[in-house]
């Protein structure tokens, strides 16, 4: 009994009558996956919506974010995330199947961008007017190029489309096209209207020189063979499939700072749309 009470008193004295506190372990940094030179999205610099984002997110997890930066978009996944090199990924489709997703915390879709002067606005792809335009902006391998297809404007663009790739990587030939640079296309009178991620043009349409109006495209549209091609989609984090405790703690992150996120999104100007409602399928 007395070493128990000789025991105890030694420990009070470390931790009350010495002065001294209990050591607590600095968190980790949250490794996020971050472009190197992708705007508005994020850069080195931290310039981007989504490097705002992380540091909210880091925030609010008690942690500092450390921001690991990819060149090109295609291998994030394997050679960053799943490697170990990061441990989120900002910016995800949500239900992407490579990742754990977050619930969204936004959900966004294409716009058509013409000047605000001396052109009609155009709000869907019936528009007369995108068969009349002379050129069209917009990049390939996007569901605006299935709609450009579908209303036969594809093959008048073809040429044009291959003078605004700003960017060809050495490696498996990746082209990259700048959102600024296609914006500009409009507000320079170069092009009679961009169809664009609404993310990825809105600091740009804001910053133009010239007014431009950016029109949300509807999400009811059909390709020739009448399925369906999706215009509005829902942004999440993303992370390992087996990191299922990161998972809940940045759902929970996600919901705490749910108005911090949204004032950033708006801030952009970045066209924001409801989820969709959940179907109940009844089995």
């Not at 996020?32 to 997110?57: D, Q, R, T």
């Not at 335009?133 to 008048?156: L, Q």
Request: hydrophobic fraction near 35%.
């Amino acid at each position: 009994m007395k070493k128990q009470i000789i025991v105890l008193f030694a420990g009070l004295l470390v931790t009350a009558g010495c002065g001294l506190q209990p050591v607590h372990a600095e968190r980790q940094a949250l490794k996020v996956c971050s472009a190197e030179n992708e705007m508005p999205y994020s850069n080195k610099k931290g310039e981007g919506f989504e490097n705002k984002l992380a540091e909210i997110i880091a925030d609010e997890l008690g942690r500092k974010v450390e921001f690991v930066t990819w060149a090109d978009p295609r291998y994030i996944v394997r050679d960053f995330l799943d490697k170990g090199l990061c441990d989120v990924v900002i910016g995800m489709d949500a239900g992407d199947p490579r990742v754990l997703t977050t619930r969204p915390y936004y959900r966004s879709g294409y716009v058509f961008i013409t000047r605000t002067e001396g052109t009609d606005e155009i709000e869907s792809w019936d528009d007369e007017a995108l068969r009349k335009a002379e050129r069209i902006a917009f990049v390939p391998g996007t569901p605006p190029e299935v709609m450009m297809r579908a209303i036969g404007r594809y093959n008048d663009m073809f040429n044009y489309m291959h003078e605004l790739a700003g960017f060809k990587s050495r490696r498996n030939e990746y082209i990259k096209y700048e959102n600024e640079k296609l914006v500009s296309e409009v507000s320079g009178g170069k092009a009679d209207v961009a169809v664009l991620w609404g993310p990825a043009a809105a600091r740009y349409v804001k910053a133009s020189s010239t007014s431009l109006t950016m029109t949300l495209i509807p999400d009811d549209n059909k390709r020739a063979d009448g399925e369906k091609v999706g215009f509005h989609y829902s942004t999440s984090l993303g992370v390992r499939k087996d990191d299922t405790a990161l998972l809940k703690e940045l759902e929970k992150a996600v919901e705490n700072r749910s108005d911090e996120i949204t004032q950033i999104l708006q801030a952009e100007g970045i066209p924001l749309v409801d989820e969709p409602e959940q179907v109940l399928v009844s089995k």
